[in-house]
């Protein structure tokens, strides 16, 4: 899938060699019960890493031949500021206790033209200040230990990690992939040992075929010194879970994040009852009809249509069309006004942009709307009764002069008002987050994963996008689908199907 390995990383911009760069990793130690600021379950101090009976690596896959039946249910490439959100980090779990974990660091993968950071395992801090890439150098007694999961291959015929590796160590250091079927006993699967003085990055593929079946699987990157050296330890970038047949990741993922949620810049405001106080899940594939969806909130002087699509399209068949034939920011909810579950549940459908992708058009999903009862909209159009606050999750298009390419990115709002002309505000809880790995022109699987502790999560086509935390309105039942234009003067989006599913 590569081109032949390259030499010692390369490092990006003299700036960056002085003040090292690194994605947010302020999190406790797995071990450290006491300083954990989640609920979540934190890896107990009986953690157990054995050698399994083989190696479980495979000759490098050309992934980009895998063919039709083989889909990537987890990546990471460590671009995101935000990447620890999909995995569980801790300081150490070796008894010497270096305190050393993975962190990000802005260090080119020779493999990956647009790699711009990889990560290493051998970092203190969030900026990685404790090694300095002209002289790295690591102690003994290091065990930095990173997980992703769980990940469910009950449905799958085969699965394959697919990664590129740095490494460059002393003879009785390792770096290790594990696997677990309960989160905490761990298998090595696939090792790289050996004295190696001038590193070069490579690709790594290891079998997961002996997994197959499993409902639940956690993976385990780990990089282990048994002296000290003045070497750059192990480095990873562009990893990826690859399965064949029906498989993924498994909702809610259990992840660590021991930082604190910092308050919403605005007031959070009093959330209104809902009637009623629970529904239940949803699901609706518009093959034939779109009812009961419609209007229920717009902006003022708004033109759209809501209509019933019964054609096929890329093999599917029926859709919801939502189209604002308004420039200047104008957009319209449309909705079932159908109560749906309350946390943690799961909100997936499969949308793409029926008009022209010009700079600005958006669709997104709403989620967390209350309904006051009666009529939605009320008399006259005053809005008074539903859709009064809510999430909002944006996804627009934009033209990228620099790579004269069709970009995709989404954010994240909370909707808490509506000014005079009804045009919504809040507080944006993700900022614009580009998307990758999406067709742009085709249809595309989101996913919004809402938890008891107002975790939301976004996914597109199962790979995770970002992430943030709100429980203003996460007990508000109602939801549904929004079209907007910003710069263009039409937007239209088709939905192929939409459904809710409680995890309670």
Same mark, same amino acid.
């Given at each position: ?35 954990? !600021? ?6 107990? @101090? ?12 495979? /000759? ?7 063919? *039709? ?41 020779? &493999?990956? %033209?647009? #790699? ?20 790295? #150098?690591?102690?003994?007694?290091? !065990? ?20 590129? &590796? ?30 190696? +003085? ?17 409902? !639940? ?22 990893? @990826? ?15 660590? +994040? $021991?930082?604190?949620? %910092? /308050?919403?810049?605005?007031?959070? /405001? ?5 009637? *009623?106080?629970?529904?239940?899940? $949803?699901?609706?594939? $518009? =093959? ?10 717009? @902006?003022?002087? =708004? ?5 019933? +699509? ?15 034939? =308004? ?44 309904? &006051? ?67 742009? #022109?085709? $249809? ?19 790979? %995770?996008?970002? #992430? ?37």
């Amino acid at each position: 899938m590569k081109a032949t390995p390259g030499n010692k990383p390369r490092l990006i911009g003299l700036a960056t060699l002085a003040v090292l760069i690194a994605a947010v990793l302020s999190l406790a130690g797995f071990l450290a019960i006491a300083d954990a !600021q989640s609920e979540d379950p934190i890896l107990p @101090s009986d953690v157990t890493i054995t050698e399994g009976a083989k190696s479980a690596d495979i /000759p490098d896959v050309n992934t980009v031949n895998l063919g *039709p039946e083989w889909r990537r249910i987890f990546m990471e490439d460590f671009e995101a500021t935000n990447w620890v959100d999909q995995w569980e980090v801790n300081l150490d779990i070796g008894s010497a206790g270096t305190g050393l974990k993975w962190g990000s660091q802005t260090i080119v993968n020779s &493999l990956d %033209p647009s #790699s711009t950071k990889s990560g290493w395992g051998i970092c203190a801090d969030e900026s990685c200040s404790n090694v300095d890439p002209f002289a790295p #150098s690591y102690p003994a007694g290091v !065990q930095s230990f990173l997980v992703a999961g769980p990940f469910d291959l009950s449905r799958a015929d085969d699965a394959l990690i697919d990664l590129d &590796l740095f490494y460059e160590a002393n003879t009785n250091d390792k770096f290790t992939v594990s696997v677990s079927e309960n989160r905490y006993s761990y298998v090595v699967v696939s090792t790289v040992t050996g004295n190696v +003085d001038d590193g070069s990055w490579q690709e790594k593929t290891v079998s997961l075929t002996d997994y197959i079946g499993k409902d !639940q699987i956690w993976i385990a990157f780990t990089f282990e010194s048994a002296a000290a050296a003045s070497k750059m330890g192990a480095m990873m970038d562009d990893i @990826s879970v690859w399965t064949e047949g029906e498989a993924g990741m498994l909702m809610p993922i259990i992840i660590n +994040d $021991f930082t604190a949620t %910092p /308050p919403p810049a605005t007031a959070t /405001p009093t959330a209104t009852a809902t009637p *009623p106080a629970t529904g239940g899940d $949803f699901e609706q594939n $518009f =093959t034939n009809s779109i009812s009961p969806w419609a209007a229920r909130r717009w @902006s003022l002087n =708004t033109e759209y249509s809501i209509t019933h +699509d019964g054609g096929s399209d890329d093999g599917r068949q029926g859709f919801l069309n939502v189209n604002v034939n =308004t420039a200047n920011s104008k957009y319209v909810i449309v909705s079932p006004l159908v109560p749906g579950p309350k946390p943690p549940y799961n909100i997936e459908t499969t949308v793409k942009l029926r008009s022209e992708r010009n700079t600005g058009d958006q669709y997104g999903i709403i989620f967390g709307a209350n309904y &006051l009862g009666g009529t939605c909209p009320d008399v006259a159009a005053n809005f008074n009764t539903c859709f009064t606050h809510y999430y909002e999750m944006r996804v627009r298009y934009y033209y990228d002069d620099s790579a004269d390419k069709e970009r995709m990115e989404m954010k994240l709002k909370r909707i808490d008002s509506h000014d005079s002309n009804n045009n919504n505000s809040g507080p944006d809880l993700i900022e614009w987050t580009r998307v990758r790995d999406v067709d742009e #022109s085709g $249809f595309i699987e989101w996913d919004v994963t809402v938890e008891e502790n107002g975790k939301i999560k976004i996914s597109a086509n199962d790979l %995770p996008v970002a #992430s943030a935390t709100d429980s203003t309105y996460i007990n508000n039942v109602y939801f549904g689908v929004i079209v907007r234009t910003e710069d263009a003067k039409n937007a239209e989006a088709k939905f192929d199907y939409y459904k809710i599913d409680g995890f309670n």
